[in-house]
């Protein structure tokens, strides 16, 4: 393994993964297993959680309290101790930095820098407690305690990589069954043992994923980063409920259609825009003759709606969704390991790099912890309390949906306004991200000289090209040193400004270090969220979002009713927003109401007799059509 070319200091990496490797065609067959800890710590101690859930019942509907003064003043105190200091410029004393805090994990030739944060030494020594703590709550919840208290939930993503860490034998034998069982189904797949019932080609040529979220983010930037040139099957992702998406997507496979495996992924198997996914695409095989059934996969859990439906209908195959598995957190489960599979990616590999990661980022020192130091440098950098935001830069296009992914992870699991002892905190960190060098050409200029609101996490990766393959464009300069060269020159010209940023270093875009990345952010997520003590686990703000979504809906409903009824009268009467507001019980919703009915005119479901929708109060509208059936149901 080639050596990073600043590296004075090594942080020895921890052993391979203990993992049974001979089950899979794609598995390396050189693998040691090595010993594990096991812990067994029953659950984590949350401070107040008794006290909140007395007072609340439950966290949604918890009664916000001012921050108790201890925490605030410690908070003051922490940022007193950044105060007292600004970033190097010495040369000389940057190196020494350099050299001191540069972490490398040998093993997976992976490299974190964060020599360009400015904490100061004060500030690492003011924090230890915080990670002792953050330590041992992650101890326990891998050991599985209820990590998620207010979904009364284990938190088990890291038992999906290893095991034999799980708090009890049947989810071992869950996991390793289910991993057995996905590289078993793509061999078949990929080999033509299982194929579609239409097809010319006597093989499946392409995938269809439909999901949302953590449910498509993390497939399609593994898709995005490790899948060959030329994959066995090509995928594709209908990832929202946008007609015309789903329309192009589908439109791409033309004829392959009949070649084309499809996987609905849903944990709860009810998720609208996956269901609304689905329906679209059985709906185009009705319209090629074709049987759905004989080309459908669902991941999801068991005994879900999906689940039922699938078994009834006799889809291809089944997999499970766990309940102790969050969406963001499943790219190492079904959900992402069966499409990477399925494109030839080496997803044993994926699952050894992540579980070495994992053992990395168990030791409990912040200095020889990489998942510790991104949580000490974000922690530094906004203050605990994201007051900056988080810019993503990987410098190799292959990793561009990376800071994607990456959104997700971290500001589903860290933005929340309560803390788990029920104070309102309004907490978070943001990420946006685009690829290097395009940033050059797009927003490197505000952040070296615009707004100070951010710092910036550079993704580097060494190999530019395979062994062999590269040639220099001009004398000693290779394509790939000008990526390098822009790639320092960014991070010397914003630090030269007082911009902080960190790099994470791969030696090349492999299904192992894409493991270990995942792992990497994994577990600097669930530190970070025990230093600010949020409960990472839960996204309380997205179910509200649904259940407003819901309601919109239901009023959609009451308005193509009233309409319909004014619509079948004689004469027709076309109703204004007032009068439709009036009928359906809603007049303080008259303003949805209004982006109802521009909605649905701009569709076709309605037409505007006088007025325009630029102004609200002229409008007179009704249905283009009277449908009789419907008089009869209830507004």
Request: with cysteine; glycine share 8%; hydrophobic share 40%.
């Amino acid at each position: 393994m080639a050596q990073h070319p600043l590296c004075l200091k090594l942080c020895e990496g921890a052993s391979m993964a203990s993992m049974d490797t001979s089950r899979c065609r794609y598995a390396p067959h050189h693998l040691v297993p090595t010993p594990r800890i096991m812990y067994r710590t029953p659950r984590i101690n949350l401070p107040g959680l008794q006290r909140c859930r007395a007072e609340s019942g439950t966290r949604a509907s918890a009664v916000a309290r001012e921050i108790p003064a201890e925490v605030s003043a410690a908070a003051d105190s922490l940022e007193s101790k950044k105060k007292k200091k600004g970033l190097e410029t010495d040369p000389a004393v940057l190196w020494q930095r350099y050299v001191e805090w540069l972490y490398q994990h040998k093993e997976l030739g992976l490299y974190v820098d964060v020599s360009r944060i400015g904490f100061t030494e004060e500030f690492v020594e003011e924090m230890e407690p915080k990670f002792q703590h953050a330590f041992k709550a992650m101890e326990e919840l891998e050991a599985g305690a209820i990590a998620n208290p207010d979904e009364g939930r284990m938190v088990g993503h890291y038992w999906l990589r290893d095991s034999k860490r799980t708090p009890n034998p049947f989810l071992k034998q869950q996991i390793d069954s289910t991993l057995d069982a996905i590289c078993n189904f793509a061999e078949n797949i990929i080999s033509g043992k299982i194929k579609p019932p239409s097809s010319q080609t006597g093989r499946f040529t392409q995938v269809l994923s439909v999901g949302i979220g953590g449910s498509a983010l993390g497939p399609e930037f593994v898709a995005e980063a490790l899948a060959p040139d030329n994959p066995p099957l090509k995928i594709r992702f209908i990832d929202n409920t946008d007609p015309a998406g789903i329309d192009h997507q589908i439109a791409q496979l033309g004829p392959e259609l009949a070649s084309t495996l499809v996987i609905v992924i849903s944990k709860s198997g009810g998720t609208p825009e996956t269901r609304n996914g689905l329906l679209e695409v059985q709906k185009a095989f009705r319209e090629a003759g074709l049987d759905f059934s004989k080309q459908g996969v669902a991941i999801t859990q068991e005994n879900s709606l999906l689940d039922n439906t699938a078994r009834i209908e006799g889809w291809v195959a089944r997999f499970p969704m766990f309940d102790w598995v969050g969406g963001r957190t499943s790219e190492m489960s079904a959900v992402g390991l069966l499409p990477a599979a399925l494109q030839g990616i080496d997803i044993r590999e994926m699952l050894t790099g992540a579980s070495i990661m994992d053992e990395a980022t168990r030791i409990p020192v912040v200095k020889t912890n990489p998942a510790a130091l991104l949580a000490l440098c974000w922690y530094w950098a906004s203050d605990g309390k994201g007051s900056k935001d988080m810019v993503v830069l990987p410098y190799k296009d292959s990793l561009l949906l990376f800071s994607r992914y990456l959104q997700q992870l971290v500001m589903e699991s860290l933005g929340k306004e309560f803390d788990l002892d029920g104070n309102r905190v309004n907490q978070g960190l943001t990420v946006y991200g685009n690829k290097g060098s395009t940033d050059q050409h797009a927003y490197i200029q505000q952040l070296r000289e615009g707004v100070h609101n951010f710092f910036v996490t550079f993704i580097e990766v060494l190999r530019d090209r395979p062994p062999g393959h590269d040639w220099e464009l001009e004398p000693g300069v290779t394509c790939g040193d000008y990526l390098f060269g822009m790639l320092q020159g960014t991070r010397s010209a914003l630090y030269a400004n007082n911009r902080e940023s960190l790099t994470v270093t791969v030696q090349e875009v492999t299904p192992r270090s894409v493991g270990a990345m995942v792992a990497l952010y994994e577990r600097a997520v669930g530190l970070y969220a025990s230093l600010i003590n949020v409960n990472a686990y839960h996204q309380p703000g997205v179910e509200v979002g649904k259940k407003a979504a819901g309601e919109v809906l239901a009023l959609q409903k009451r308005v193509l009713s009233v309409l319909n009824e004014a619509s079948c009268k004689e004469p027709v009467e076309p109703l204004t927003l007032a009068q439709i507001a009036e009928r359906c019980h809603s007049v303080e919703q008259i303003e949805m109401i209004y982006k109802i009915v521009t909605h649905i005119a701009a569709n076709d479901r309605a037409l505007i007799a006088e007025g325009g929708c630029g102004s609200p109060s002229s409008i007179k509208v009704f249905s283009e059509e009277c449908n009789v059936e419907d008089l009869y149901t209830e507004v």
